[in-house]
């Protein structure tokens, strides 16, 4: 058992929504959408996990192909909304099956799990089938207690892997504080 499959029980638990996760979700998606900034095209969500942000967001693309990607069975086997479409693919293997027209991405949840060289190859991997100018929305759990990622490697390791325009959104714009008051939203674009 992969650790994402080990994750699939702890995070499964969000698949039965209530008043916040309702709240947050769609506060989270709305954000989303909105730095994406596509009406058509194709998008993915990079570890989208139990479909949380995925489901959504399709709804509100309806012109948009979005797909979830995520490394776990168990977790896709969780998501709340197994008849949509779900890719079903190992992160750091993205660029050998999706066309590189890929016009936006995001990532939530993924990176707190992951030291530098790993996120750096997931970081390569969606440069390389994202549009020129496409944007990728990220969020990064910055710890003191742990070496990475500090605010400053974030910007570091997405201009070393290929982005620009590097945008910084505190966690009280999107979220009002979900369950961590050290989350650190970033909006970047694919390096033409």
Same mark, same amino acid.
């Given at each position: ?9 702890? #995070?499964? %638990?969000?698949s039965v929504p209530d ?10 998606? !709305? ?57 079903? !693919? ?15 991405? #995001?990532?939530?949840? %993924? ?25 990728? %929305?990220?969020? #990064? ?5 742990? !070496? ?17 325009? %590097?945008?910084?959104?505190?966690? !009280?714009d999107v979220t009002?504080? #979900? ?14």
């Open positions: 058992m992969t650790f994402w499959d080990t994750q699939a029980n702890r #995070w499964g %638990v969000f008043e916040d996760y309702d709240k947050y979700t769609a506060r989270q998606a !709305a954000f989303i959408v909105e730095q994406l900034d596509v009406e058509t095209g194709f998008v993915v969500d990079m570890g989208c996990g139990i479909g949380r942000l995925t489901h959504p967001i399709a709804e509100t693309l309806s012109e948009v192909q979005v797909v979830g990607v995520d490394p776990s069975d168990a977790m896709r086997r969780t998501s709340r909304a197994a008849d949509q479409s779900e890719v079903s !693919a190992h992160l750091a293997t993205l660029g050998a099956f999706l066309p590189k027209t890929l016009d936006g991405a #995001w990532c939530v949840l %993924v990176f707190q799990h992951l030291a530098e060289a790993p996120t750096r190859e997931i970081l390569r991997d969606v440069a390389g089938v994202l549009k020129p100018g496409g944007r990728f %929305v990220t969020q #990064w759990m910055l710890d003191k207690d742990q !070496a990475f990622p500090r605010e400053a490697d974030v910007l570091r390791v997405l201009m070393d892997e290929g982005f620009e325009n %590097v945008r910084l959104h505190g966690d !009280a009002r504080l #979900w369950f961590a008051d050290n989350w650190l939203w970033v909006t970047s674009e694919r390096t033409p």
